[in-house]
């Protein structure tokens, strides 16, 4: 069945409040849908976001690689051959993950309707239901403190806390947050990079002392230090978490040969594709580490195609896919409900716009 036709419509979707880390501080999003059509008239939808502090992307140039390249080097192509017109995106061009991401999702929903399956057993889906997190933002410690509360009163017992631009500030909101909620709680510790690799030990070795309940600690150094991570690693107790350096499955081998992490956030706007996301899951699955998968600041749409894959693959033991809770846009709200993620058994990912 060919591929026919394919759009671009943009969109930008205020947050609840501002989400802040030591990278950036987002008040909304900006983000375009992707939408192909087959010959048949089925429709693919895909999502992609704008974060040029992470992935480089924006909204604007991902507009434009999707028409001036991406679109006419899948036009006429036949959905069902579904991993070569991954590989064609893939080596289209360098980089441009978020548009990648986009179209691929996109083609992904359309071969799952075609087969009249939902998305997630396209990859040998095992579940439809997910525990998710929430995230909490980087701020004052007070501040933190009423985030984290209002969080575990909505039913979250996992909490990821966002840390990374002052050591000993950041020792002081964990330990805040700690002294309220203590043993009601997991958290994960993401430093979004803020940390040298000797910044990283000391504060982790206080971490520990202080019997945090901590389930791991997240790029802790910045992402080309691959050395560093390994350094990390090595001399701490708290399992590390590769985030930002792992874009790719040669970036989980590598993270893989130098035994540089316990386990790897997968996230489809830095892997630029489902395919790839799944192949980062089973090569760290062939060396005994957990992956996790996550998400930008993006759309609920995006994250909802995460979310297929990851009750799909075995070695994705973990979510971090709470942005769609933090947006002002309540078309997939019955999928994301507080703590629980929920999935249709209906064909494709489940997103189906009032305008299709």
């Not at 609840?16 to 983000?31: C, H």
Request: a negative charge; charged letters at 25%; proline letters at 4%.
């Amino acid at each position: 069945m060919k591929i026919v036709d394919a759009q671009i419509q943009t969109e930008r979707t205020s947050l609840k409040r501002p989400f802040k880390t030591a990278v950036r501080t987002a008040f909304d999003i900006q983000s375009l849908i992707v939408k192909i059509t087959l010959e048949n008239g089925i429709t693919g939808y895909g999502s992609g976001v704008a974060t040029e502090k992470v992935t480089g992307d924006s909204l604007s140039g991902m507009k434009n690689i999707l028409e001036q390249l991406l679109f006419p080097s899948i036009l006429g192509k036949e959905i069902e051959n579904i991993a070569e017109n991954e590989m064609i995106i893939q080596t289209s061009c360098i980089g441009n993950t978020s548009a990648k991401a986009a179209l691929s999702i996109a083609l992904y929903d359309a071969y799952a309707k075609l087969l009249k399956v939902p998305l997630f057993q396209i990859f040998g889906g095992r579940t439809n239901s997910l525990i998710n997190d929430m995230t909490i933002s980087l701020n004052e410690p007070n501040e933190m403190v009423h985030d984290a509360i209002k969080a575990v009163e909505q039913g979250f017992s996992i909490l990821k806390i966002k840390v990374g631009n002052d050591p000993q500030k950041d020792l002081e909101r964990i330990q805040a947050i700690y002294d309220h909620l203590c043993d009601n709680i997991v958290l994960r510790i993401d430093a979004n990079q803020g940390w040298s690799a000797k910044e990283a030990i000391k504060i982790i070795g206080e971490f520990e002392s202080r019997n945090f309940p901590i389930e791991f600690i997240e790029q802790p150094v910045p992402q080309w230090d691959f050395d560093g991570l390994k350094f990390v690693r090595e001399r701490v107790n708290i399992p590390i978490m590769a985030d930002e350096s792992v874009y790719s499955a040669k970036d989980a081998i590598k993270i893989v040969n130098k035994k540089a992490a316990d386990l790897i956030n997968i996230k489809l706007m830095k892997t630029g594709s489902l395919l790839e996301a799944c192949k980062i899951a089973s090569i760290a699955e062939t060396a005994g580490i957990p992956c996790m998968i996550g998400c930008m600041m993006e759309s609920s749409l995006s994250v909802l195609a995460a979310a297929h894959l990851a009750v799909a693959h075995p070695n994705i033991k973990k979510v971090d896919l709470d942005s769609p809770l933090w947006l002002n846009d309540h078309k997939l709200d019955r999928y994301f409900r507080n703590s629980q993620i929920h999935l249709e058994e209906i064909p494709g990912i489940g997103f189906h716009p009032v305008s299709q």
